[in-house]
Nanobody
Framework: QVQLVESGGGLVQAGGSLRLSCTAS????????MGWFRQAPGKEREFVAA????????NYADSAKGQFTISRDNAKNTVYLQMHSLKPEDTAVYYC???????????????WGQGTQVTVSS
């Protein structure tokens, strides 16, 4: 069982930056591929980015490429999503997810956090 807790969301003006964090419980974090997803009001949840459990590969949605960066610190059991040049359309609840030895191209995850709200004002 893995428990995930996101933090770092908030209100930011368009063009600003935020760094989201997701901290996992347990001592096997380094065996989990980690992903970030988001869900905007009235829309389905969508994939944003993923990083492999080894940390040697990443995958981004087209909408995230060049704007968001995913990284992980296994010593801290934490995965990050650095977001730059935020736009109002980035407003959403952002969720992190974990899949044991998953592949970064997959959107199938077993464990999910509760989400953190990101609001970008124009």
């Amino acid at each position: 069982q893995v428990q995930l807790v996101e933090s770092g969301g908030g209100l930011v003006q368009a063009g600003g930056s935020l760094r989201l964090s997701c901290t996992a419980s347990g001592r096997t974090f380094n065996y989990y591929t980690m992903g970030w997803f988001r869900q905007a009001p009235g829309k389905e949840r969508e994939f944003v980015a993923a990083i492999s459990w080894i940390g040697d590969s990443t995958n981004y949605a087209d909408s995230a490429k060049g704007q968001f960066t995913i990284s992980r610190d296994n010593a801290k059991n934490t995965v990050y999503l650095q977001m730059h040049s935020l736009k109002p359309e980035d407003t959403a609840v952002y969720y992190c997810a974990a899949q044991r030895k998953g592949v970064v191209s997959s959107i199938l995850y077993s464990y999910w956090g509760q989400g953190t709200q990101v609001t970008v004002s124009s």
